[in-house]
């Protein structure tokens, strides 16, 4: 493997797989016919942001389902009570527990120990918590019980869901669970999910009721017909479960010609009913489905043959969605829609126009940018870059991800830092040639003093997009993947590619790496150490007054939350011919004056942020929507954006926890690489950082959304990353020459560093410029604090990091401590000198 030729095979393998994986994404229809289908059709899927459809976030009601598990577990403890001629009061059931009042105190331990056996069969053991308090008996669900309750549920949930979207012919839905109690439900095409809402969010709960009449001796119910005419009194014990419905179709009455329901009972299901209607001739059976009556026939004679008819009035429609709904099985529990996005694919063509001119544009930067200050070489740079992005694309092919906007957001964020390990590189290769290295020695040091800081750098960026990943949700993970990926992929082609073509180039021309180029303004600038500590105190104190003023504009005014963090619902809309006024004007006389009003920037480009509404966003939204159809029926709504409250809670309290980690995992990481005083440096400026890029957030009016978390995470990354390589020369600086002078140290190591920060930053700042000027509203959020970012976090590794180290370097000396501490070789050292 150390060969030239072993490692050229090996290397030309891994890429040659990774253009294989890439090219169905870009081979022709007709070639790609050609092909097996097992290959042609392993292609990238574009988020819904890129090729347009909708997503339905769906949460199950958890106390309707715990309520109705203590409600049946209640009705089988007064069965059991009242044979034991225990009388009792009315039963009371929540969701945590269900009560039942004993007309004698005296006899609560025995109803007690009547009603324990049951709770305890099969898998019910220790499911459920008995005890008896003066006159009542208290039971109530164990918590593991409940978790694994909800966790049946939410997997029951997911079959029906998939059987319903199934038999209503949509195409290619992604059905995935997301937490523990939701189903994330994505439609591509489907551009008004208003059916499908209502589809999914229907139990379907079907179960067979004897209407109460004399012969009735147990707890009743009151249940509405389906038309809202009357209420009729039921028996609250189900006569028989919809479950054992077979099947069920779409017919007509043979003798009224009105739709109705036609259903098949299962064979258990028939024997139950045939049982049931010869032993109650002459009752009235209700069929309630979702706690409505839909008919009530009174059973003349004995239905043995396990099949019948719901007839309700339906039309042709409703009688077919009900029978969908019967085939397709029950929901456990309702399903509550907190969060909906709906993508027109006009606007999803808009999207992928608009990344790839940002991207080619930005990716173009970069390489010209390269090939300006390291000629030739910059052009074996730009080589490896292009085919990092191909592994990158073979990557997610290859993993079936998912590339949505903030995707190629990360996509060409990861083009501007996978410059940095290149810039390393070739700057140690520089330095070594330029102190009179052979340049086959310089290379191997080159690479050799550079692949430790490369590792440090990208492996803290790595614990930040870790855990955007974890506790990231939709399209955010999809940008901590692309950068994840990026950063693995980057670090072969830099290191073992790179390498490789250096190898062979210079085995072709051996001083050719004594004539890399450099920028002769840059050249000049770093010939003599720079005396940054010079201004360390001015540095330090504006960065700490910008931080203080950033802080008091985050409590006044503070920042706009986005719709994901304060719930909401946003609406675009195209009104052309129609000025703001005149819309807003509408909206007030329509009773909507709550909405606030925005322009896009487009002629009739408007966006509506709606307020949190307690009958749902949707119900809001629909409204909005035809109250504007109907003055303007030109009037188009590519984007629809619904977050809950209960989803933007969370979003709030896993965005502060993932910023917490993603502080606490780096400095850890810092911690075991560095000296405290390293890591703490480190960790105080990026906090400097970040509290300044909030005030961006601020000053600019930016919504601050998941992907301004993802971009505040990312300048963490990036931000210590550059910590790491000016902190690593300092500390190669002090092992080399330990008794050189403290400032002194932190100036020759930061001039020693200055071109390629100044390079690294220049590369990813162009590489976001197109994405921060023409990207639009959807990455806005991301890419300008990233760029804004970007300057900060430059200036602070120059200015700030070294000012705060300086200090606490000073602390340590009067403390008597050493500045690293040593080494496994000084350890050695010093054992043997032991006597």
């Known amino acids: 493997m150390q060969s030239l030729t072993k490692r050229a095979v090996v290397y030309g393998l891994c890429l040659v797989l990774g253009l294989l994986a890439v090219l169905p994404n870009v081979l022709p229809e007709c070639i790609a016919h050609q092909l097996p289908d097992w290959y042609s059709q392993q292609t990238l899927s574009l988020g819904l942001d890129l090729r347009g459809g909708s997503q339905l976030l769906l949460a199950l009601d958890e106390t309707t389902l715990l309520q109705q598990e203590h409600q049946r577990l209640a009705d089988e403890a007064a069965r059991l009570l009242r044979e034991q001629r225990i009388g009792h009061g009315q039963i009371s059931v929540s969701d945590r527990q269900f009560s039942l009042p004993l007309r004698d105190s005296q006899r609560a331990q025995e109803a007690v120990q009547l ?112 038309d809202g005419s009357q209420t009729l009194w039921l028996e609250r014990e189900v006569a028989m479960a919809g479950e054992h419905v077979r099947d069920a179709q779409l017919g007509f009455n043979a003798e009224s010609g009105q739709p109705v329901v036609n259903f098949r009972l299962d064979s258990a299901g028939t024997r139950i009913f045939g049982d049931l209607t010869q032993a109650n001739v002459g009752r009235a059976l209700a069929i309630v489905l979702d706690n409505r009556v839909i008919t009530a026939p009174v059973i003349r004679s004995v239905i043995a043959g396990g099949q019948g008819e719901i007839s309700g009035a339906f039309t042709s ?67 490896t870059l292009s085919l990092n992005v191909m592994l990158i694309f073979a990557v997610l092919t290859v993993l079936g991800a998912t590339l949505t906007l903030p995707g190629i957001a990360g996509l060409i964020l990861t083009i501007g830092m996978a410059v940095d390990a ?62 994840g990926i990026g950063l693995l992929t980057s670090m072969f082609t830099a290191i073992a590619v790179t390498r490789l073509l250096l190898e062979l180039g210079q085995r072709r021309r051996p001083q050719a790496l004594a004539e890399l180029p450099l920028q002769r303004w840059l050249q000049r600038l770093t010939q003599k150490p ?40 946003l609406l675009e809309t195209h009104l052309p011919q129609v000025p703001t006024d005149q819309l807003r004007e509408a ?98 400026t990026v906090l400097l950082d970040v509290t300044k890029t909030i005030g961006f957030f601020v000053l600019t009016g930016l919504d601050f959304n998941l992907t301004a978390v993802a971009a505040l995470l990312a300048l963490i990354g990036y931000s210590v990353n550059d910590k790491v390589v000016v902190f690593d020369r300092v500390r190669e600086t002090l092992r080399a020459q330990p008794g050189m002078d403290w400032p002194q140290v932190l100036n020759d190591s930061i001039t020693a560093t200055l071109s390629r920060t100044v390079f690294t930053s220049v590369t990813t700042a162009l590489a976001l410029l197109p994405m921060a000027i023409a990207g639009g509203a959807a990455v806005a959020s991301f890419a300008q604090p990233m760029l804004f970012g970007v300057v900060v976090g430059t200036l602070s590794s120059i200015f700030v990091a070294s000012s705060i180290l300086y200090y606490l370097g000073q602390r340590r000396q009067r403390l008597g401590l050493a500045q690293l501490r040593p080494t496994d070789e000084e350890i050695q050292q010093q054992l043997q000198l032991m006597p």
């Open 115 to 226: 009603l324990q056996p049951v709770l305890e069969q099969g898998t019910l053991s220790r499911a459920f918590s008995i005890s008896a308090e003066g006159s009542r008996v208290l039971v109530a669900a164990t918590d593991s019980h409940r978790k694994a309750l909800l966790d049946d549920a939410v997997e029951r949930s997911l079959e029906v869901v998939r059987r319903r979207l199934d038999e209503s012919g949509l195409v290619e839905p992604s059905i995935t669970r997301q937490g523990r109690d939701s189903i994330l439900v994505q439609m591509p095409g489907v551009e008004d999910p208003a059916q499908i809402r209502a589809l999914l969010g229907t139990t379907a709960q079907l179960n067979f009721h004897w209407v109460a009449d004399s012969r009735s001796n147990a707890a009743r119910i009151q249940r509405p017909l389906a």
């Open 317 to 383: 429609k409703e009688a077919s969605e009900v029978a969908l709904l019967l085939r397709s099985g029950a929901l456990p529990a309702p399903l509550d829609v907190v969060e909906e996005r709906t993508i027109g694919p006009d606007l999803g063509s808009d999207a992928i126009s608009m990344g790839l001119t940002t991207g080619l544009l930005g990716a173009a930067l970069v390489l010209a940018f390269m090939l300006l200050a390291y000629g030739r070489w910059g052009l074996l740079a730009s080589v």
């Open 422 to 483: 290149n810039i390393l590189i070739n700057e140690r290769i520089r330095e070594e040639s330029r102190n009179g290295r052979s340049p086959q020695l310089a290379l191997k040091l080159g690479f050799d003093r550079a692949y430790r800081t490369i590792v440090d750098a990208n492996v803290t960026t790595l614990i930040a997009v870790g855990l955007l990943f974890l506790f990231g949700t939709g399209p955010v993970r999809g940008f901590a993947v692309t950068i």
């Open 530 to 569: 720079l005396n940054i500590m010079r201004g360390r105190v001015l540095g330090l104190g504006l960065s700490v007054l910008l931080s203080v003023a950033s802080l008091v504009l985050l409590v006044q005014p503070g920042l706009n939350y986005g719709i994901d963090f304060r719930g909401g619902t």
């Open 587 to 684: 909206l007030e006389q329509q009773g909507f004056s709550q909405i606030s009003l925005q322009e896009l920037g487009g002629d009739g480009e408007y966006l509506l942020r709606l307020p949190l509404a307690a009958e749902g966003g949707h119900a809001l939204a629909d409204a909005v929507k035809s109250s504007l159809q109907a003055q303007w029926p030109e009037a188009e709504f590519p984007r629809l954006e619904m977050v809950g409250a209960k989803v933007s809670g969370q979003f709030a309290d896993v965005t502060i926890l993932a910023v917490l980690l993603a502080v606490t995992g780096m400095l850890g990481y810092l911690w075991l690489r560095f000296e405290s005083h390293f890591a703490l440096a480190a960790t105080l």
